[in-house]
Structure formats: C-alpha cells, structure tokens
C-alpha cells in the first residue's frame, strides 16, 4: 500500500495536478508514512520477509540502490521509446515490437561479455562503466526529434545503452550475493529483483509527470500557432518534449548509479571467485 499510495502521488503532480497539490502531497507523505511503518516491523520481526541483515553489509547496499536506479531510467525508456515509435514515427504495435529485437542481441552478447571480465576484472569498473555506456545511450535518445529516424537516430542508442546494460547486470547479480549465508542467498537474490521493479514503478511514475509537464508546457507555448487547436503534428511534437525532458533526467539517474558503484562496490574480481569455490556444489536432482 505503501509503494501504491507514492506512486499514485507521483502520477497526480502531472497536470492538472502538481507537486503543491494537497491530494499529490498527502499521497506521498502516506506512502513515505506506510513505508516506514513496514521497515519498522521488518526491523522487529523474527521472520522478516527481508531481514535487516541482509541489508546490512555495505558493498551489497549499493547494489541494491544501483539496481533501484537503474532500474527506474531502464522502464521509463522502454515506455517513451515504445510511444515514441508508434506514436511519432507511426509503427503498428508488432513492428515496434520488432524494432526492439536489438536491444536484446545487444545485452546477450554484451552479458557474455561481462561475465568474461567478471573474473579478471573487479565488479565496480564493469559495472560502473556500463552503467555510464547506458547513460550516454539514454542522453542520445534526449537528443531525437519529430523528425528522427530509427536508423540510426534510436538504433545507435538503443544498441549502446543494451550493451551498457549486460555489462551492469552480470557483476550486480554477483556482487548482491558474495558473502551471503546460504540460508539467505534465495533472499539476497529476491531483494535485488525486487529493487529493480520498484525502481521501475516509482521511475516511470516519476518521469511520466516529468514528461508530462514538458507536454503541457509545450502544447500551451505553441497552440496559440494553431488557432488553439493541438493538430497532430502538434501532439507529436509536444510529445517527443516531454519525452526527450525525461530521457535526460533518466540519463542523469544512471549516471548518479555509476558514481555511487564506482566509489563505494569495493569487492574484488577474486572476492567472487573465492566466494564462489566457498559454496558447496547442491548435486540433488
């Protein structure tokens, strides 16, 4: 309830509404208030669906905020992208689908990748690197105009920013279980997915409002060239604005993801494989 009331809060400060509107702002103060509250129990209870001991170390808490960002930039552009492709250029739903088909050769092949520096290279520089490539592929994508094409306007970041991808997820998925007791690697695993979904929730609400308010402002500075009417051009153009406004604040929170792997992931490459020849081999079938 807590995670459905802020997002709720978030989408509400799109216009009509705003941040200042008292239905947006008790929304988000009850979400912030529902939150605490389950930290609050989770912290006391013997059987906590996420024990604060898996929280605790600091290497496996920045991962986890990583992910949170990471994972908010990632579904906000899969959802302007998609709009923009249909919307903008005019691909049915199918096409579009296809036109995101290398997004996912880039990622596979860029996964194997990462999972070959993993054991040559510590987790924070390919992370962090990545994390960065994904950045600038999402700045390319704030650059696209009405008057942009899939090749090589979106193609070209798309490919970047699925490249940059693999190379995060790979040392991630690692590093948020190095060092775990068995008994909680199931729940070390669980945590970081859960913090890439709610990253995704709050992300989209949050840049969907950020989107919105460019649309709003640019459809009302441009009408009046229309006699008031907001043609379609008009609509395309207003909401490529948007979009691009909240590809820039996405590149900037994955940006602030790869600092934050950079200066505070400290394991090693030899951390994991030492981590990894530590735990038993399960030989049930």
Known sequence: MGLVSLVYG???????????????????GAGVALLAVFLVFEARSTHALMPFRVLANRNRATTYIAMLAIGAALFSMFYFLGQYIQVVLGYSAIVTGVAFLPFSFGIVGS???????????DPRWIAGSGALLT????????RV??????????????????????LVFVPLTL?????VPKEDTGVASAVLNTMQQIGGAIGLATLSTVAVNGQTAYITEHAPQ?????????YNASFTHGATQAMVVSAAIV???ALLIYGLLTISHTDLANDSASRPVDATV
Not at 12 to 28: E, I, K, M, Q, R
Not at 111 to 121: D, F, H, I, M
Not at 135 to 142: E, I, P, V, Y
């Open 10 to 28: 978030l989408t509400h400060a799109a216009p009509p509404g705003s941040w200042g509107d008292p239905v947006t702002v008790a929304f988000l």
């Open 111 to 121: 996964a194997q990748l990462g999972s070959y520096l993993v054991a040559r290279v």
């Open 135 to 142: 950045a600038f592929g999402m700045f390319l994508l704030s």
């Open 145 to 166: 105009s009405v008057g942009s094409h899939y090749f090589p306007d979106l193609i070209v970041p798309m490919l970047v920013i699925s490249i940059g991808m693999g």
């Open 175 to 179: 590093t948020a279980v190095v060092g």
């Open 226 to 234: 229309t006699g008031g009417q907001v043609t379609q051009a008009l």
């Open 255 to 257: 940006a602030a993801g």
